[in-house]
C-alpha cells in the first residue's frame, strides 16, 4: 500500500474561538462546493476548504480483507499534522481545535479512502458553538474567514431508475438472505440496494445535508469527499478526558 499526501504547510496554525450569533443554520454556513458536514439534530460540525488532505491508495490484490492499514496510516498522518501545529482552543469541547473528515473504503484494495483536514470549521455542541480556522498564518482571526453563503439550491426534477437489481430481483435476494439466516449459514447480514437518480442541474450538496438532517433527526448525517448520506449507527467515539 502506498500513500499520497497533498503537501501541507509545514506549520500549522489552529485557533477556536466562541461563536456569539450560535451559529445559526450549520448547513447554511456552508459553501457550495465540497462541503464537510456531521451533524445530528441542531449539534455537529461543517467546514470547507482543505488545509491538509491524505489519500490513501488501495492495497494490492489480494491483502487479507481484514487489513487495517489504512486506518493506522491514517491515524499516524493526522497525529503528526496534529505534533507540528500550534493549537490556540478557547472552547476546548469535542469538535474543536484540529479536526479532520475521513472517510474509508470497506475492502482495502478498494480506492477512495481520504482524509480532509478542513480550512474553516464551524461547530455546535449543547448550546455553544464556535469557529476554528487552520492557516499558515499565525495572526488569521477565524471571524474574518467566515463570509455569507448563497442559499441552498432546490433540486429537481428528479428521473429514477432501477440500479444492478430490479425490484423483483431485490426481493428475491431479501428472502434468499432470510432463508439462509433461518437454515443457520448466516448470523446477520446487511442488505442495500442501489438505484439511478439523474437531476436536469447539478444537486447542491447542502441541500441533501438539510433534507437529511430534517427527515432524520436522531441519525447522524454526513458529507465527506462527495459521500453524503445519514446513519443510525455511530461505530466509534473517542473522545480525550482530563
Not at 445559526?24 to 441542531?42: C, Y
Not at 441533501?208 to 459521500?227: I, K
Amino acid at each position: 500500500m502506498s500513500v499520497n499526501a497533498l503537501p501541507s504547510p509545514p506549520k500549522l496554525f489552529v485557533r477556536t474561538v466562541s461563536l456569539r450569533d450560535g451559529a445559526g443554520s450549520l448547513v447554511r454556513r456552508l459553501p457550495s462546493e465540497a462541503p464537510l458536514a456531521w451533524l445530528t439534530g441542531e449539534d455537529g460540525i461543517v467546514g470547507w476548504g482543505a488545509a491538509a488532505r491524505l489519500d490513501v491508495e488501495g492495497a494490492p490484490a489480494g491483502t487479507e480483507p481484514t487489513d487495517s492499514g489504512r486506518f493506522t496510516r491514517a491515524a499516524r498522518w493526522f497525529g503528526q499534522l496534529c505534533g507540528r501545529a500550534v493549537v490556540e482552543d478557547e472552547v476546548g469541547l469535542p469538535g474543536t481545535g484540529p479536526v479532520t473528515f475521513g472517510t474509508f473504503t470497506f475492502a482495502p484494495t478498494s480506492e477512495g479512502s481520504a482524509l480532509v483536514v478542513p480550512r474553516v470549521l464551524v461547530g455546535r455542541r449543547g448550546g455553544h458553538a464556535w469557529v476554528t480556522t487552520v492557516t499558515d498564518e499565525p495572526d488569521a482571526r477565524p471571524e474574518d474567514l467566515l463570509s455569507p453563503t448563497p442559499e441552498p439550491l432546490p433540486i429537481g426534477p428528479v428521473s429514477w431508475a432501477p440500479g444492478s437489481l430490479s425490484g423483483p430481483e431485490w426481493m428475491d435476494a431479501v428472502a434468499d438472505t432470510v432463508d439462509r439466516i433461518r437454515s443457520g449459514p448466516l448470523d446477520k447480514a446487511v442488505l442495500a440496494r442501489d438505484v439511478v437518480a439523474e437531476a436536469t442541474a447539478p444537486i447542491d450538496v447542502r441541500t441533501l445535508l438539510e433534507r437529511l438532517r430534517l427527515r432524520y433527526p436522531s441519525c447522524f448525517t454526513f458529507s465527506v469527499d462527495g459521500m453524503v448520506g445519514a446513519t443510525p449507527e455511530l461505530l466509534l467515539r473517542r473522545e480525550a478526558t482530563g
